[in-house]
């Protein structure tokens, strides 16, 4: 891999997103990375970014559909 690295495997949940509440063995969302099981590096972050911001992530609307 060329590339830097984006994200890290969560310590906390091990990639699997879910954690095991220890008090009652019940299974919860991972706190650490919001259930994604990996969390964004500051590279990681930054591309995020620049992606979000270059694609318009969730404001962008398309206009040129062709009947
Ligand atoms: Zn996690």
């Known amino acids: 891999m060329s590339l830097p690295e984006l994200e890290i495997l969560c310590w906390k949940c091990w990639g699997s997103g879910i954690i095991q509440m220890e008090d009652h063995g019940q299974m919860m969302e991972c706190p650490d990375c919001n ?9 990681g972050k930054r591309i995020l ?19």
């Not at 259930?35 to 590279?43: A, F, K, M, S």
């Not at 992606?51 to 206009?63: A, N, P, R, T």
């Open 35 to 43: 259930g994604l099981g990996w969390i964004p590096t500051e590279d």
């Open 49 to 67: 970014a620049f992606v979000q911001k270059h694609l318009g992530i969730g404001i962008e609307e398309e206009d040129e559909e062709s009947p």
